[in-house]
């Protein structure tokens, strides 16, 4: 910001983003901060390539005006983007209630006990489309290599792993087969005892040939028949 006796100015730069071909506008502030009317007017080195609305006006007392400027759409880049372009604005003070009517060259000139307030600004070209940050590589582009490095290191413990999980199983499969086994063999045992005394009971049914005993020896022969088979789908 530039500061005078009559009127502040912000900024003091005129920052155009520059496209090829293409119209660029920017603006800047005048505040009075007197309780005077204040006429301003703004000169350019180079008149053909700005418009600049107003080119002159008045700032009322304690009030702000603002300026846009407007550059033309240029075929050419200036080598490295520098601009030698200049502004320049006038400040004088005016009889109060003036108009932009009552606006004359002759305000501004500079003669004797009248004060003429100057400000120089230049021109700056920005990339209307600046080129977005390249980020750094992130964790995930790397991410590839470390997770294959990681497999391939955690490799032997997952074997290893693997290998006992199979060890295991296998123990406790034999201990399984090692039980049904054993309960097959005295199913067997049993199956083998329970016939025996299914024949003894039939010698016995033989010999004494009472019909009487004959059907509760047919029940026990049944419930025996019935213990016996049960016993041998089980197994």
Same mark, same amino acid.
Do not use: W
């Given at each position: 910001?530039?500061?005078?006796?009559?009127?502040?100015?912000?900024?003091?730069?005129?920052?155009?983003?520059?496209?090829?071909?293409?119209?660029?506008?920017?603006?800047?502030?005048?505040?009075?901060?007197?309780?005077?009317?204040?006429?301003?007017?703004?000169?350019?080195?180079?008149?053909?390539?700005?418009?600049?609305?107003?080119?002159?006006?008045?700032?009322?007392?304690?009030?702000?005006?603002?300026?846009?400027?407007?550059?033309?759409?240029?075929?050419?880049?200036?080598?490295?983007?520098?601009?030698?372009?200049?502004?320049?604005?006038?400040?004088?003070?005016?009889?109060?209630?003036?108009?932009?009517?009552?606006?004359?060259?002759?305000?501004?000139?500079?003669?004797?006990?009248?004060?003429?307030?100057?400000?120089?600004?230049?021109?700056?070209?920005?990339?209307?489309?600046?080129?977005?940050?390249?980020?750094?590589?992130?964790?995930?582009?790397?991410?590839?290599?470390?997770?294959?490095?990681?497999?391939?290191?955690?490799?032997?413990? @997952? *074997?290893?792993?693997? !290998?006992?999980? &199979?060890?295991?199983?296998?123990? $406790? %499969? #034999?201990?399984?087969?090692?039980?049904? +086994?054993?309960?097959? @063999? *005295?199913?067997?045992? !049993?199956?083998? &005892?329970?016939?025996?005394?299914? $024949? %003894? #009971?039939?010698?016995?049914?033989?010999? +004494?040939?009472?019909?009487?005993?004959?059907?509760?020896?047919?029940?026990?022969?049944?419930?025996?028949?019935?213990?016996?088979?049960?016993?041998?789908?089980? +197994?």
């Amino acid at each position: 910001m530039s500061t005078g006796d009559y009127l502040d100015l912000h900024p003091s730069e005129l920052k155009f983003p520059f496209e090829l071909k293409k119209q660029s506008t920017c603006s800047f502030q005048l505040t009075n901060k007197t309780d005077q009317y204040i006429a301003f007017k703004v000169k350019t080195t180079n008149p053909k390539k700005y418009c600049v609305r107003p080119n002159n006006g008045i700032v009322l007392p304690r009030s702000v005006c603002i300026v846009t400027v407007t550059m033309q759409a240029q075929k050419e880049a200036p080598l490295d983007m520098q601009c030698k372009d200049k502004f320049l604005l006038q400040a004088v003070v005016a009889p109060n209630g003036a108009t932009v009517k009552d606006i004359t060259a002759d305000m501004f000139n500079k003669e004797d006990n009248k004060v003429v307030e100057e400000f120089k600004l230049r021109v700056v070209y920005i990339p209307a489309n600046p080129p977005s940050p390249v980020p750094e590589e992130s964790e995930e582009g790397s991410s590839p290599r470390a997770e294959h490095g990681n497999h391939n290191s955690s490799g032997p413990d @997952v *074997a290893t792993r693997s !290998v006992e999980t &199979k060890e295991k199983l296998s123990k $406790e %499969l #034999l201990a399984l087969i090692s039980k049904l +086994t054993d309960e097959k @063999v *005295a199913a067997v045992k !049993v199956n083998q &005892k329970l016939q025996q005394e299914l $024949e %003894l #009971l039939r010698k016995e049914v033989v010999k +004494t040939g009472s019909g009487g005993y004959s059907i509760l020896f047919l029940v026990l022969i049944g419930i025996i028949s019935f213990v016996v088979g049960y016993l041998i789908k089980r +197994t």
